[in-house]
């Protein structure tokens, strides 16, 4: 029950700390109840279509659909221990002339499985948007650091250059494949429509004889006020199958999320020091340590994505063990899973933008580390460029391993890289390039191959899909 929620006592954290006041909104006890009066209504007007309900019990209906009162409807639930047919009978004592008309013919799940849909979609709508801005913001930073050489790292070691630009355009891909994955199944969305108790419209078979109606056409009529496709087959509930489908998706954009946090989260640490997020002239860092400036909220990115990767378990166990044609065993959980996957997911999005938009690039620390470990990766420039003035490959690699290997040691025992020096003075190589060709060819700044190119297309490619798709979700 709602009485007296305040700080006093356990509030869920998504319902103040995480989330927007809109998808708070979409989850809330009084747009559900509205959503099922919409619903009690569009029931209402396909059963006068049919003759059944008169049109002053319709318009009965019509004026009092928005007067949800929660307090009225949790104390009948209290004596009855139904909440749909609590809201049921609130809403019938608003309407002395049509209220014995709600839910006609329908089951608690008629109305609650449409109106969760109706929800979902609306929360899936939200989050559309909030990734379609991630995905803005991606592309601009991509254009701007396109052509900035960085040193890449494969096992959390200097590797070779990249981008900036192409390294944020992976991040890209992974996000945009997200929100087709996401356009995909808002397209594809459906209700239960109207079925009754185990699904097979019996009782609206039933109430429509001798109007000339079928269940069929009924529910047609019902589920196009709602705008909202129905399952041809479906039990007393609609395949919780979908519910798990849903949340996938909200567990691919939470996880693209994590790898984009937790990278500038390393990129961060000061040996590397090229990333940071935004750290405002007040904020604080750590209440022992005045000097930190840690990365808080791409921590929060990332533990809030973890949450939402484990919460789709939960709803496959729903619909793998939703017995013969349902058990109650699912409607607790979901209660808590659906919301708090949407509002975590709103949250993390929310949190990734400022993350992108603001992004803090050091460049004398990017400069520095491609001074220190680029000339590593550009051995390999050196080891092409002597086979093709006809040195053997196997012994030139050879070569370039020994100088490599001593060169890291001495900086590992904090001397300068002596690489471009012991290269440059190696008659192997002098005499076969030149020292000071040698030397020119361990600049890596433009060891990073088609990279800009890549990158801006994908930016282009990125650009496109959202011009073409604003405005086309339901």
Same mark, same amino acid.
């Not at 639930?77 to 139904?82: A, G, L, M, P, T």
């Not at 890596?444 to 191959?449: R, S």
């Given at each position: ?28 006890? &009084? ?29 009965? =209906? ?37 209220? $014995? ?127 909202? !496709?129905?399952?041809?087959?479906? +039990?007393? +509930? ?34 590397? $020091?090229?990333?940071? !997020?935004?750290? $405002?002239?007040?904020? &604080? ?8 400036? *840690? ?5 929060? &990115? ?12 939960? =709803?496959?166990?729903?619909?793998? *063990? ?22 975590? +997911? ?15 690039? *050091?460049?004398?620390?990017? !400069? ?79 060891? &990073? $191959? ?25």
């Amino acid at each position: 029950m709602s009485e007296g929620f305040s700080h006093d006592q356990y509030l869920s954290p998504f319902s103040w700390r995480y989330g927007s006041a809109e998808m708070r909104h979409i989850w809330s006890e &009084v747009n559900k109840r509205r959503l099922w009066r919409r619903i009690w209504v569009a029931l209402a007007e396909a059963e006068a279509r049919a003759g059944l309900v008169s049109e002053e019990e319709l318009a009965d =209906l019509r004026r009092s659909q928005g007067r949800v009162d929660i307090e009225r409807a949790e104390a009948i639930e209290r004596d009855i221990r139904h909440d749909l047919m609590a809201e049921v009978r609130t809403y019938a004592e608003q309407c002395p002339i049509g209220g $014995g008309k709600i839910h006609l013919g329908a089951t608690s799940m008629d109305i609650e499985d449409n109106a969760d849909v109706l929800r979902i979609r609306e929360a899936l709508i939200l989050i559309r948007g909030r990734l379609a801005t991630v995905l803005g913001s991606l592309s601009g930073q991509i254009s701007s650091h396109a052509d900035v050489a960085c040193m890449g790292f494969t096992h959390i070691q200097p590797a070779e250059p990249t981008t900036i630009g192409y390294r944020l355009a992976q991040y890209a891909q992974d996000l945009l494949e997200d929100l087709r994955l996401l356009d995909y199944t808002l397209t594809g969305l459906r209700g239960k429509g109207l079925k009754g108790a185990v699904g097979t419209s019996a009782s609206y078979e039933r109430l429509l004889q001798g109007t000339g109606v079928t269940a069929a056409q009924l529910e047609a009529w019902v589920m196009e006020a709602l705008a909202l !496709e129905a399952f041809p087959v479906a +039990t007393q +509930t609609y395949p919780r199958k979908q519910d798990w489908q849903i949340l996938n998706v909200l567990a691919g954009i939470a996880g693209s999320a994590h790898k984009l946090a937790f990278d500038l989260r390393l990129l961060q640490s000061p040996p590397i $020091g090229e990333w940071s !997020e935004p750290f $405002g002239k007040r904020q &604080v860092g750590s209440s022992a340590m005045p000097f930190k400036r *840690n990365p808080i909220t791409a921590e929060s &990115v990332c533990s809030l994505a973890r949450y939402v990767a484990a919460l789709p378990t939960v =709803l496959w166990h729903d619909a793998a *063990n939703s017995l013969l044609e349902r058990t109650l065993d699912d409607s607790a959980n979901r209660r808590a899973t659906l919301p708090d996957a949407f509002l975590a +997911t709103d949250h993390v999005l929310s949190s990734l933008d400022r993350l992108v938009a603001g992004l803090v690039i *050091n460049s004398a620390a990017v !400069e520095r580390n491609m001074a220190v470990y680029g000339p590593f990766a550009a051995t390999e420039v050196i080891l092409m460029e002597a086979v093709r003035a006809g040195a053997d490959r196997q012994e030139m690699h050879e070569v370039l391993r020994e100088h490599a290997m001593n060169a890291w040691a001495a900086i590992q025992a904090g001397q300068p890289n002596p690489l471009a020096d012991t290269l440059a003075a190696d008659p192997r190589l002098a005499d076969l390039l030149g020292p000071d060709r040698v030397r020119s060819l361990l600049d890596a700044d433009d060891h &990073v $191959g088609d990279a800009p190119q890549r990158a801006r297309q994908l930016a282009h490619s990125l650009d496109i899909y959202l011009q073409t798709t604003a405005g086309e979700a339901p």
